[in-house]
Nanobody
Framework: QVQLVESGGGLVQAGGSLRLSCAAS????????MGWFRQAPGKDREFVAA????????YYVESVKGRFTISRDNAKNTVYLQISNLKPEDTAVYYC???????????????????WGQGTQVTVSS
């Protein structure tokens, strides 16, 4: 089991930046593949990015490449999502997620994660 707590959301003007954080409980954080999802009002939850347990591999959906950066600090049990050049369409609740295991390709294909945080709101004003 792992518990996830996101922070760092807020109201920001278009063109600005934010860094979201997700703190995880437990002593085996490095064994989890971590992901970020977002859900805009009236829309389905969208997979945004993922990072492997050791942080060597990362993945981004096409729509956020170049603006979003996922990273992790296993010593701090924390994963980050740096968002730059924010756009109004980035407005959403952002969720951190975790799944145990090493099958990177399977996780990217299935996009199934086992543990979720409560979400943090990001609102981008135009």
């Amino acid at each position: 089991q792992v518990q996830l707590v996101e922070s760092g959301g807020g109201l920001v003007q278009a063109g600005g930046s934010l860094r979201l954080s997700c703190a995880a409980s437990g002593r085996t954080f490095s064994t989890y593949i971590m992901g970020w999802f977002r859900q805009a009002p009236g829309k389905d939850r969208e997979f945004v990015a993922a990072i492997s347990g050791g942080g060597v591999s990362t993945y981004y959906v096409e729509s956020v490449k170049g603006r979003f950066t996922i990273s992790r600090d296993n010593a701090k049990n924390t994963v980050y999502l740096q968002i730059s050049n924010l756009k109004p369409e980035d407005t959403a609740v952002y969720y951190c997620a975790a799944t145990y295991g090493s099958n990177w390709d399977h996780v990217l294909k299935s996009r199934r994660f086992d543990f979720w945080g409560q979400g943090t709101q990001v609102t981008v004003s135009s």
